[in-house]
């Protein structure tokens, strides 16, 4: 039986920011990103080059990338078997990998996007083109 003098966030190990610590480890130089396999299913090589060129690659080391690989490698196998444990192994991997939205929204990563530049000569082509077929009519 639980000890009842201790709380309840104690007694289930949850700790205050100030008690959280991490070890920070600089590296330098380039991360090597190998070659996807090239007969991997269509969809897993999307996957991959969306893998290695999210704005998360940044924060990519080796043992990522493997795992990205890995991932890719799993997705090919589940979309050649169709076997439904293959894809619910596909899927649970791309979850740890944050391949999707949910899961970077789980662990407080948003990715957004800035709005392009627009070309002012565009905009005035757009808004010439419109007056042009407002004369028309």
């Not at 740890?96 to 002012?120: G, H, M, W, Y």
Request: net charge negative.
């Amino acid at each position: 039986m639980p000890n009842p003098a201790k709380r309840t966030d104690e007694r289930l190990g949850h700790r205050s920011k100030e008690q959280m610590t991490v070890d920070k480890i600089e590296v330098g130089g380039p991360v090597r990103v190998p070659e996807p396999d090239e007969d991997w299913h269509p969809i897993a090589l999307y996957a991959w080059e969306a893998f290695v060129s999210s704005p998360l690659s940044i924060y990519y080391s080796e043992t990522d990338l493997a795992f990205g690989w890995m991932t890719c490698d799993a997705i090919d196998a589940a979309y050649l078997s169709k076997a439904a444990m293959k894809i619910t192994a596909a899927e649970s991997m791309m979850r740890n990998a944050l391949f999707t939205e949910q899961s970077r929204r789980q662990v407080k990563i948003e990715i957004t996007r800035t709005e392009p530049e627009q070309d002012p000569t565009v905009a005035k082509n757009v808004s010439d083109f419109r007056s042009r077929r407002r004369n028309t009519n």
